[in-house]
């Protein structure tokens, strides 16, 4: 039986939410979580049970998973070696086996489970299923270092077809999305998750892209924890990136997060999962967590500003 004190948490945590409920019931958001999320179970849980509750107050949720640290340990149990460049995969064709096997055969299903215990209606879907996501294999390309990379069977997306994931969320499911696609041709292609994200956050017209990461959110300093940037636009994320500042897996993520605010979405939160109820916390409350990227500060209210700080 709940006490006094408890069910007057309850009643003004509701009252508290009540107002971005009403704000975003509707409305697309597009989440993505690392891997590293969906290595632990309780994490797991806990990463499902927020995006769970965003459903069911009305905001149609589409969940994308990455699988980086899934492949890098099976490939290492076959005797693989893993090579990244720029913070970015190189895949050969042993590899892109066991990104399918990890991607499509263990972590969207494990993550449909979790769905299935919490009575969440979602659904699996990868790049691949009905055009979802149309891609190129990626052609060489220069390094940060001035080197030519051959990514291997890595793809750059030509066209996300929303329609699909717009009939899902319209019939009450949830899109969990594997970011696994394919050419013309059919040959598998390993896209990174957060590009797929920023593609998927833009041709939906999304309100908000939540990047779910190990990292606190983006920091002035990549060698200082207590460095974490709580707003910042575009301008502010590329000195950045020439300064030094964004180290290897948040280079491509800041390539997404400008892709994404680039094609019309107007908010871009890179929050941890370390933080409990992280996605909770940076949806309905003031404060919010982590960094939220904007296209220009200027256009942020002096309210907004006030909170991130």
Do not use: W
Request: proline share 4%; net charge negative.
């Amino acid at each position: 039986m709940t006490t006094k004190r408890e069910r007057a948490i309850v009643v003004s945590a509701l009252k508290h939410a009540a107002p971005y409920i009403r704000l975003f019931k509707g409305k697309v958001f597009v989440i993505k979580a690392g891997g590293e999320v969906f290595a632990d179970p309780e994490l797991t849980t806990a990463l499902v049970e927020q995006v769970g509750i965003l459903h069911q107050v009305g905001i149609r949720t589409v969940l994308i998973h990455g699988g980086g640290p899934q492949s890098t340990k099976l490939a290492s149990d076959l005797g693989l070696d893993t090579q990244f460049v720029d913070g970015r995969r190189v895949t050969d064709s042993e590899s892109l086996n066991v990104a399918a096997m990890i991607l499509n055969g263990q972590i969207n299903t494990r993550i449909l489970a979790a769905c299935r215990d919490l009575q969440i209606p979602a659904v699996g879907i990868s790049g691949v299923d009905a055009g979802l996501i149309r891609a190129h294999k990626r052609p060489p390309v220069e390094s940060s270092a001035g080197e030519s990379v051959d990514y291997g069977y890595v793809g750059d997306i030509d066209a996300v077809d929303a329609d699909i994931l717009r009939k899902q969320l319209d019939n009450g499911l949830m899109p969990v999305v594997s970011p696994l696609s394919c050419d013309e041709s059919g040959t598998l292609l390993n896209i990174n998750a957060d590009t797929v994200a920023a593609a998927i956050a833009a041709e939906l017209d999304a309100e908000k892209l939540i990047l779910v990461t190990g990292a606190t959110g983006i920091l002035e300093d990549v060698n200082d924890p207590g460095s974490l940037i709580s707003y910042i636009d575009r301008k502010h994320l590329k000195t950045l990136k020439e300064k030094g500042s964004l180290a290897d897996g948040m280079l491509p993520k800041a390539a997404a997060i400008d892709a994404a605010i680039g094609n019309g979405v107007s908010r871009v939160h890179v929050i941890s999962y370390k933080l409990p109820d992280s996605i909770l916390l940076e949806v309905f409350t003031n404060e919010g967590t982590g960094t939220l990227v904007v296209d220009d500060i200027a256009a942020l209210t002096p309210e907004e500003q006030a909170a991130e700080s």
